[in-house]
Each structure stands twice: as structure tokens, then as C-alpha cells.
């Protein structure tokens, strides 16, 4: 069975200043790995996405992460986050044989004026 | 494009009330979902759906109904609420299994 870990809760970072979340997961099967943001009283809007090929991703808002299959994680980065970048953020994967989504608990950021 | 439409956006129940949570999506996609989030959590899968006329259980499909009988629909079914069943709840659709799942805008459901 797939799980995914966020180590991290909550992370709080003043606006401007570099971010990492942290995405771990376990699975035995090749599996392809993404990132959701949560904003306020919404549904969950894709921010990148990892399938094969370049272990670093690219996605919405200036996001990007780098999977690696060595440590099975999955970090999601940015360089300079805005105030506007404040949500709840998770991890998920699934693989290639089943068709199920596995999320990570959240990690809520948090961006201070 | 509607996407994924959730109705009703809110709820209220008393112990032991049954309801119908609706989704539809317009993007003709074959996999369909519903989630339950919990703080802390994160999101949990209750059914999903890889076609019209096929179901299947996921991590907590306890005291819950699905059926798929066109591809658009998925409605889920609480026979019996129950305080526990107190949650958020997201329908999301994908068109394949490695397509990102698309999301409705969710139902708070308390259940008293």
C-alpha cells in the first residue's frame, strides 16, 4: 500500500523568502507523484505534476519540485513566496496500476507581511 | 466549463437522517471520486469509479453508497449519518490514471 508523509504541519515564512514543503512516500511500485493547493473554502487546484522523464517539475505560480526515487520524496520549492501564496498544500500519488490517489495530511503555509 | 459541480454546498443533519451528496463533471471523464477531508488528515478516498456501471471501495467507505449508472453522475449516498461523518466532502474526476484528479468546490456536511 501507498502512504505519504508531510512531515511538516505547518510552515510559517515571511513574504519574499525561499520555502520548501516536504513530501515523503512509500510505495513499491512506480508511482507518479503530485502537488494540490488548497486556498480558503475551495476545492483542490493542481500545481505540478511528476509522470517520468526530468526529476525537476515545473508548475503553476512560480512553484517547482524535484522527485527523488533514492530518498522517495518529492519536495515542492520556491524561491519568493507572496502573501497570495498562503494555503494549504498536499502531496499525493498513485501509481500505474490502480487508480487511486493517496494524499498526504497538508501542509499549511503560512505568509507573514 | 462547469468542471466538477458539488451540491449542496452546505448541510446539516440530525443522527440517523440519510441524504444524497450530488456531482457531476462535464469533461466526459471515466474516473470519478469522493473524498472526505479531516483537519490533519488530509484526504481520504470513500468510493471511486472507473466507468459507468462500475464501483469500487476505498480507504473509508463505511456507512456510505455509490452507484455510477451514467458517466457523468456520482452521487453519494449516507444511509445513516452519524456525527463521525461530520467532514468536508470533494467529488474529483480525472480522464486517465495518470491525469490529475479535478476537484469540486466541496460539501460541509455537520451531522448533530
Known amino acids: 500500500a501507498q502512504s505519504v508523509t508531510q512531515l511538516d504541519s505547518q510552515v510559517p515564512v515571511f513574504e519574499e523568502a525561499p520555502v520548501e514543503l516536504r513530501c515523503n512516500y512509500s510505495s513499491s511500485v512506480s508511482v507518479y507523484l503530485f502537488w494540490y493547493v488548497q486556498y480558503p473554502n475551495q476545492g483542490l487546484q493542481l500545481l505540478l505534476k511528476y509522470l517520468s522523464g526530468s526529476t525537476l517539475v515545473k508548475g503553476i505560480n512560480g512553484f517547482e519540485a524535484e522527485f527523488n526515487k533514492s530518498q522517495t520524496s518529492f519536495h515542492l520549492r520556491k524561491p519568493s513566496v507572496h502573501i497570495s501564496d498562503t494555503a494549504e498544500y498536499f502531496c499525493a500519488v498513485t501509481d500505474n496500476y490502480g487508480q487511486n490517489f493517496v494524499f498526504g495530511p497538508g501542509t499549511r503555509l503560512s505568509v507573514l507581511p | 466549463n462547469a468542471g466538477v459541480t458539488q451540491t449542496p454546498k452546505f448541510q446539516v443533519l440530525k443522527t440517523g437522517q440519510s441524504m444524497t451528496l450530488q456531482c457531476a463533471q462535464d469533461?466526459?471523464?471515466?474516473?470519478m471520486s469522493w473524498y472526505r477531508q479531516d483537519p490533519g488528515m488530509g484526504l481520504r478516498l470513500i468510493h471511486y469509479?472507473?466507468?459507468?456501471?462500475?464501483?469500487d471501495q476505498g480507504e473509508v467507505p463505511n456507512g456510505y453508497n455509490v452507484s455510477r449508472s451514467t458517466t457523468e453522475d456520482f452521487p453519494l449516498r449516507l444511509l445513516s449519518a452519524a456525527p463521525s461523518q461530520t467532514s468536508v466532502y470533494f467529488c474529483a474526476s480525472s480522464y486517465s490514471l495518470d491525469s490529475p484528479l479535478h476537484f469540486g468546490n466541496g460539501t460541509r456536511l455537520t451531522v448533530t
Open positions: 469533461m466526459n471523464h471515466e474516473y
Open positions: 469509479s472507473v466507468g459507468a456501471g462500475i464501483t
